[in-house]
């Protein structure tokens, strides 16, 4: 994960209705998998892409982890919910 910088189109993401994170003018979708790890992938249409929405908090809607900055800009997914790093903000999005 990066500090936000205006104008960058690798920082863009929309969220979908189905329930997937893009890239901005890509065809990669935010993916997960059992052991935590967050990353993109070319789009799949899998559930381990498939993010639920609900508040401030994104969870994987495979794995049943919520989406978390870690460490160092890390990006991963975890079980603890209530943790203030697990919050997320998403604006946009069809």
Same mark, same amino acid.
């Given at each position: 994960? #990066? *500090?936000?910088? *205006?104008?960058?189109? *690798? $920082?863009l993401? @929309?969220?979908?209705e189905? &329930?997937? /994170?893009? +890239?901005a003018? @890509?065809? $990669?979708?935010? &993916?997960s998998?059992?052991?935590g790890a ?5 789009c799949?249409?899998? +559930?381990? #892409?498939?993010? =639920?929405? @609900?508040g401030?908090?994104? $969870? *994987?809607? #495979? !794995?049943?982890?919520?989406? #978390?900055?870690w460490?160092?800009? !890390?990006? =991963?997914t !975890?079980?603890?919910r /209530?943790?203030? &790093?697990t919050?997320?903000? =998403?604006?946009?999005?069809?």
């Amino acid at each position: 994960m #990066q *500090n936000c910088s *205006n104008g960058h189109l *690798n $920082q863009l993401w @929309s969220k979908r209705e189905d &329930d997937t /994170i893009r +890239r901005a003018f @890509s065809a $990669q979708c935010l &993916d997960s998998n059992d052991a935590g790890a967050v990353y993109w992938l070319e789009c799949n249409g899998g +559930r381990y #892409q498939k993010w =639920i929405h @609900s508040g401030t908090k994104l $969870q *994987n809607a #495979q !794995t049943g982890g919520y989406l #978390q900055e870690w460490y160092w800009g !890390t990006v =991963i997914t !975890t079980r603890n919910r /209530i943790a203030d &790093d697990t919050d997320w903000v =998403i604006g946009g999005g069809s």
